[in-house]
């Protein structure tokens, strides 16, 4: 069992920058953010195995943030800049412990965090 806990999100006027973190209580090696906005269903942001040697981002993020992971026990970094009105909503940490799992914007994440609010004002 791993828990994960954000912290980071606040209020941020638009073309602002915030970097999330994600704490794990144990090792992980597939990370990943998500988020979403109120009304909408849940979207991936943002793929990463620990070391970086695999990143993914969905189209309307990429250029803007930045996902990290150094090693397996470290937080998990989400490096968000230039931020709009339209990436408001709840961002939450994903991963998986599985060394081996295939790490992409599909992978089907077992641990969640409880999230952080991020709000961008215009």
């Known amino acids: 069992q791993v828990e994960l806990v954000e912290s980071g999100g606040g209020s941020v006027q638009a073309g602002g920058s915030l970097r999330l973190s994600c704490k794990p209580s144990?090792?992980?090696?597939?990370t990943a953010w998500f988020r979403q906005a109120a009304g909408k269903e849940r979207e991936v942001v943002a793929v990463t195995t620990t070391g970086g040697g695999s990143t993914y981002y969905a189209d309307f993020v990429k250029g803007r943030f930045t996902i990290s992971h150094e090693q397996a026990k470290d937080p998990v970094y989400l490096q968000m800049n230039s931020l709009k009105p339209e990436d408001t909503g709840v961002y939450y940490c994903?991963?998986?412990?599985?060394?081996?799992?295939?790490?992409?914007?599909?992978?089907?994440?077992?641990?969640w965090g409880l999230g952080t609010q991020v709000t961008v004002s215009q």
């Open positions: 144990g090792n992980i090696y597939c």
């Open positions: 994903a991963a998986e412990w599985y060394i081996q799992t295939i790490c992409t914007l599909t992978t089907p994440f077992t641990y």
